[in-house]
């Protein structure tokens, strides 16, 4: 990933260029790399390259109006890297960048820093100062310097996959939606902090990961796995996320992972990536622990039906 200009190493060959924020690279995002690397083979350029921007031009012109975003800046890298794309150039978006005109975008980034031969995008992408900037202008632009132009539909049946579709799914806490506009399940990364110390009398030792700015599923339990990314060992778990309304006193909201059939791991300080598959029900403020446990039998049950363990 390259993160300013100067990054950007020198001696580029030609390159096909896709851009776009590409939040939670989703199935219509993969599509779109997929043309870009078939584009790459069809005239001949030597490497991919996703151009993306970090923050978020909505967090920097209208912060009020930024949703949460699927996947920090880095975890947007590694999944582009993962659906076929050779390099990232993560343009540190500002009020001057916001500034420049699509003209300007194109001379400065496609032409001058990365060389495109072929611009490949979603077929409503949109750029420059004010937005001005579509795929016919990168036509016309295209067209006197030297760079073949591909629009692409990011349709992927009845559904057009986009990232406020997936937020909407998330909000809902309807995970297995979320899960098929992703092309995988929808996760969290964090490192396992201490909690009250209660998951292990319970019978059920919770890895916790704090929620941090990244979007959430709705508060709720459900059926999924957390991968250790020490070991790369991923684990049946069942998943709660809230605020532990059965017990008293403010906590901050939390992502917590029991692992099925599981009470000997050593959790605490490492990196884990909780996803989530299925869910199971709402959060209950519970009249006392004995239902709480009862139930939590019963969501163990059904997360190992549902994860097939
Ligand atoms: C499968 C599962 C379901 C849960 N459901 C609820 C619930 O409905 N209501 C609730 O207050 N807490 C629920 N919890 C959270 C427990 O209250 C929490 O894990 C326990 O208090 C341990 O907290 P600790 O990790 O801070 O020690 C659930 C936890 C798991 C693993
Ligand atoms: N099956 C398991 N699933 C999750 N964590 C486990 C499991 N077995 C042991 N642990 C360890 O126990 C810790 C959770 O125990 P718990 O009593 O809930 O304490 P805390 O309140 O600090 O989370 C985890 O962070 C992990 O290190």
Do not use: K
Request: glycine share 10%.
């Amino acid at each position: 990933m390259w993160r300013s200009f100067e990054e950007i190493p020198g001696d580029l060959g030609r390159t096909v260029v896709t851009v776009g924020n590409f939040d939670g690279v989703h199935l219509g995002h993969q599509h779109v790399v997929r043309r870009a690397r078939e584009a790459a083979d069809e005239v001949g350029a030597e490497q991919v390259v996703a151009v993306t921007f970090d923050p978020h031009p909505i967090a920097v012109l209208r912060p009020e109006h930024a949703p949460q975003a699927l996947t920090t800046v880095e975890g947007r890298a590694r999944l582009l890297a993962a659906s076929g794309v050779d390099a990232v150039f993560a343009l540190p978006f500002d009020r001057d960048v916001a500034g420049w005109s699509p003209e300007e975008f194109v001379d400065r980034v496609l032409v001058g820093a990365l060389r495109a031969r072929a611009v490949v995008v979603g077929a409503n992408f949109r750029f420059g100062h004010r937005a001005a900037g579509d795929v016919a202008f990168l036509v016309e632009a295209g067209a006197t310097r030297d760079f073949t132009v591909e629009g692409v539909a990011l349709d992927g049946g009845p559904q057009v996959w986009s990232s406020t579709y997936v937020r909407t799914c998330l909000a809902a806490g309807d995970v297995s939606g979320a899960a098929e506009a992703l092309g995988r399940p929808f996760s969290v990364t964090g490192v396992v902090v201490r909690g009250e110390r209660r998951g292990r009398e319970l019978g059920y030792p919770t890895a916790n990961v704090p929620v941090g700015p990244l979007a959430t599923p709705a508060d709720g339990v459900y059926a999924g796995w957390l991968r250790r990314a020490d070991t790369g060992e991923s684990l049946p778990a069942a998943i709660s996320v809230g605020t532990n309304p059965t017990f008293d006193g403010e906590r901050d909201r939390r992502v917590e992972a029991y692992v099925l059939d599981a009470s000997d791991l050593e959790l605490y300080g490492v990196e884990v990536e909780v996803s989530f598959v299925e869910r199971l029900r709402g959060m209950v403020r519970f009249d006392g622990v004995e239902a709480l446990v009862a139930t939590m039998a019963d969501d163990v049950a059904r997360a190992r039906a549902v994860l097939e363990v």
